[in-house]
């Protein structure tokens, strides 16, 4: 299982956010700095998320973004706005990400994922976030009556393996993660699945390994101090 740590950019800084909520930011400095950091603590991947443009599309924080693949050397995966062909391409070939994250566009336009994967297999990951079962968009500000797993068969279908899923309600409260959905959503999927939401302690990261999960993504518990990220790198593996 791969440890993901998060790295959250809003307004170019590095915050945490709780349940999504844009007006609950902490600030945690310059991304890059953190980036750096969890790479010299043994991450193997970084988790970049660019929150203003998830709420708005585009490319917000594009500086902030380009600094942080300036200073890692190990791979990134990126999310928020990710909503045309362009948007890929220019984060793929431009930029060289490792991997995007699709989100929205998924729920409102599998057709581009559809030709994304085509394009450029193994490295597109969709990305959804869940609140009572059912997907959220446009920043989570937006719910759909789409069922979780429903939707990850869906992008399966289209070639997608990997999905990054999200309980909203869990997100930033530290208060640990939905196994039972995790769980679920790796049994009947049968996908790689990156769990996220609601680390808060290091006994979480061999519970979420309990659940057949590919990866989890660790944020505000590694901010916080709650989670020490090598040794969460060695119980995961």
């Known amino acids: 299982m791969i440890i993901y740590p998060a790295v959250d950019i809003k307004n ?3 915050v945490r956010l709780q349940q999504g909520d844009m007006n ?5 400095g310059e991304p890059y700095e953190m980036a750096e950091k969890w790479q010299s603590m043994d991450a193997e991947f970084i988790h970049l998320v660019d929150l203003d443009s998830a709420f708005t599309g585009g490319f917000a924080n594009a500086d902030a973004v380009k600094k942080v693949l300036e200073t890692v050397t190990v791979p990134v995966q990126l999310g928020g706005g990710i909503r045309s062909m362009a948007d890929i391409e220019e984060r793929l070939e431009t930029l060289s990400i490792a991997r995007v994250i699709i989100g929205t566009a998924a729920v409102k336009n599998p057709a581009l994922v559809a030709e994304a994967v085509k394009k450029y297999p193994g490295r597109i990951v969709v990305g959804i976030d869940a609140k ?3 997907a ?6 937006g719910e759909t009556n789409e069922d979780a797993i429903s939707l990850a068969l869906k992008m399966k279908d289209i070639g997608i393996d990997t999905i990054i899923y999200t309980d909203i309600a869990l997100d930033g409260m ?3 993660p939905n196994l039972t959905a995790t769980a679920e959503m790796v049994e009947k999927t049968g996908m790689h699945i990156i769990a996220s939401g609601g680390m808060s302690r290091q006994s979480d990261i ?3 390994k309990e659940t057949g999960a590919a990866g989890v993504i660790i944020g505000k518990a590694l901010y916080s101090g709650g989670i020490d990220l090598k040794q969460a790198i060695k119980d995961a593996k």
């Open 12 to 14: 170019g800084k590095c």
């Open 24 to 28: 609950k930011a902490t600030t945690y």
């Open 132 to 134: 009572d079962g059912k």
């Open 136 to 141: 959220a968009i446009q920043g989570w500000d």
């Open 174 to 176: 530290l208060c640990g």
């Open 206 to 208: 061999a519970a979420v």
